[in-house]
Each structure stands twice: as C-alpha cells, then as structure tokens.
C-alpha cells in the first residue's frame, strides 16, 4: 500500500519564486536574483518590467520570480512570446541574472520561500485538469527501492548540464546515489555526452525547458514548444525524451498544467526543500538546509551549474545516507503514485 499520495502543490505556495532554479540558461538569466543580480526577484531592485501576476490563481500568495533582468543576454529568447529554441546556443554561465519572465510580483521578501517550500503541501482540491494526463511510463528498476517501504529522497539538480556535472556524476556513482536533471535544451546540445551518461548510470532526464521562461507567461502553444524542444534534444542524446518536468521557478498555473497534461510523462515536480544554493553559492549552508528540512518522501533542490552547489554534494549524500535515506530518481520516489502528467508533486507521501 501506498505510503501517501503525493502532493499536488498546486498552490506552489511558498516555494514558488525565488528558489526555483533561478537559473536560466539560455537568457543569460540566472537564478533569479543570483548571480549578478543578488537578491532574485527582490522587490526593491526589481526592474521596471512588472510583472503581471498571472501565477497560479489558486495560489495568490505564491512569489515568483522577479525579473531581474539586468545584465543583458547575449541573446533574449526569453521573450515571453518568443522561445525560439535555437539549438546553438550554449549555455550556462554560473552568473546570469535576470529572469525571464517573473509572473507574480513577489510579494514576498527574498528568502520567503526559502526552504522547503511548504513544510506541510496539501493536496489541491481543485486542480481540476491537472491529474488528468496520461500516467507516465516509468522507466524503472523493477529490482529497485521501493519508496513505499524505505526511506528515499531525491536530489535534483536544475540547468544544467554543464562544466561541473560530470564532477557530480563522480560523486554520485562513488556514492551508489540516483538523481534527477531538471535540463534546458541548449545545455543538453551543447553536452550531450552527459546526458547520455547521466542516463547510462541511472539517473533520470527532467525536462526544465528550452529558454527558461515563466511557462505561466506563454502561450499554450509557446508552452509545448519549449517542453517538445527540450524533450527532442534528450531523446536524440539518449534515444528517450524527458521523464517529468520541473517549470523554469517552479511557476505553473492551470493553463500550464492543463498544457502539460496533454504531453507525454510531463508530471511537475516541485521540490520540498530548497537548498538556495544558487544565492548564497556556500556549500555549508546547502548542507545546512538540506539537514533542516529533509524528510522521508522529499525532493531537493540544487543546481549543477554552480561549481559550489557541486562541491556540496558529497558532504549532503553523505549526511543523508548517514540518516538512512535511499537517494532515488523522482520518478523511483513517486513510483507508488503512478505520476500523471500535469499533476504537481513535491514529494511522496
Ligand atoms: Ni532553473
């Protein structure tokens, strides 16, 4: 029996904003407010674009990400409207600020939803059309952990992959770990060799889209586009497309959901503790958060574009596996849940 069903956040309440990877890659747009940018979305120095708050509207309260916009992208397909996925370029700079585009005006201070989003998510009892997608076609060990019976956690990792990640793959081999890469496009051509790796050694292949927008911000149509074109780099590196989705900022809505209920394995997954790695880029303080909020059923979030958000793992695998945590993909985590498309998830149980 299942130990719990999975939350559906819809009201990514907390958690929203700031903390979701605040990194957009292609946008030169980095953590919301980290890099350059400091504070992500931090009201004060928020640019003058405002936002419209379009976020989920069952969740007023969620922040999202500011638009940070500030040190102009090489290149700006960040345009709501336009996601052109242009496969070439590359990406990541650990530096980028500047958000895409934020969607609610983060009504919350910086560090609001710092954490763990939601210590206690509870289910959405509308979300009407989400839940409703196709069940994901799980690409699991049948000889693997069963979550429903010991205790697992999940890292993810967000925008990558880049020139830290096979450092990471390291670390997670020695240490016999699972995680999930929450990657955007041009990452995934500029270093297929990884993903193919990543998947080779067990780990799983999330979708965080082509140019890191607010998918709250787009056009349905927009909104497949960046989800497809993703999903099409992955698979032509490692012969699958991408199994679950985690929306640039953890912003999603009902359109969104709705979108993504049509796509195949696109189950959005949130996160229940959130490192900040990419604010305070101090490796003791993501040890620090992931100690304070970790719990049986949850799922971490990290960036592997951040050479100290790397350099904190072995000290955080360690500690977790110390605490007789299992560290497994998401979809090994929610496996009990048989994960729908369109349906949030922060954790099991
Ligand atoms: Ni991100």
């Known amino acids: 029996m299942r130990r719990g069903t999975a939350i559906i956040i819809a009201a990514l309440v907390p958690l929203l904003g700031l903390g979701a990877c605040a990194t957009a890659p292609i946008t030169a747009a980095g953590p919301v407010g980290s890099g350059s940018g400091g504070a992500p979305a931090a009201p004060p120095s928020a640019p003058s674009q405002q936002p419209t708050a ?18 102009a992208p090489p290149t700006d397909p960040s345009q709501p409207g336009a996601p052109a996925p242009s496969p070439t370029t590359p990406i990541a700079s650990p530096d980028y600020t500047a958000a895409p585009a934020p969607e609610a005006k983060p009504s919350a201070p910086a560090d609001a939803h710092s954490r763990t989003a939601s210590p206690t998510p ?3 009892p509308d979300e009407a059309p989400s839940g409703d997608g196709a069940p994901a076609s799980l690409h699991l060990d049948p000889n693997g952990p069963d979550c429903s019976e010991v205790k697992c956690v999940a890292l993810t990792f967000d925008d990558g992959p880049g020139a830290h990640t096979a450092r990471l793959l390291d670390m997670l081999k020695q240490r016999h770990a699972k995680a999930t890469f929450f990657v955007v496009g041009p990452n ?5 060799a990884l993903v193919k790796r990543a998947v080779a050694e067990g780990h799983q292949i999330g979708n965080h889209s082509w140019s890191h927008p607010s998918l709250t911000k787009l056009s349905p ?4 586009k960046e989800v497809r074109s ?9 012969g699958r497309g991408t199994e679950s989705i985690r929306p640039p900022y953890g912003a999603v809505d009902k359109k969104v959901r709705r979108v993504l209920a049509g796509e195949p394995n696109a189950h959005v997954i949130l996160w229940s503790v959130d490192t900040l790695d990419w604010k305070h880029h101090d490796p003791a303080k993501t040890l620090a958060a992931v100690k304070q ?8 979030l990290m960036h592997d574009i951040h050479k100290t958000s790397v350099d904190a793992v072995p000290a955080v695998v360690d500690y977790l596996q110390s605490k007789g945590y299992t560290l497994v993909t998401v979809d090994q985590l929610l496996a009990p849940e048989h994960p729908r498309s369109g349906k949030a998830y922060s954790h099991l149980g």
């Open 54 to 71: 379009t976020v989920a509207p069952s969740s007023p309260t969620a922040p999202t990400p500011t638009p940070a916009a500030s040190s």
């Open 122 to 124: 509870t289910k959405q």
């Open 188 to 192: 995934v051509k500029a270093n297929p």
């Open 221 to 224: 149509g927009a909104i497949r």
């Open 230 to 238: 993703t999903s099409a780099a992955v698979k032509q590196a490692t």
């Open 293 to 300: 909020g970790v719990q049986p059923g949850g799922i971490i």
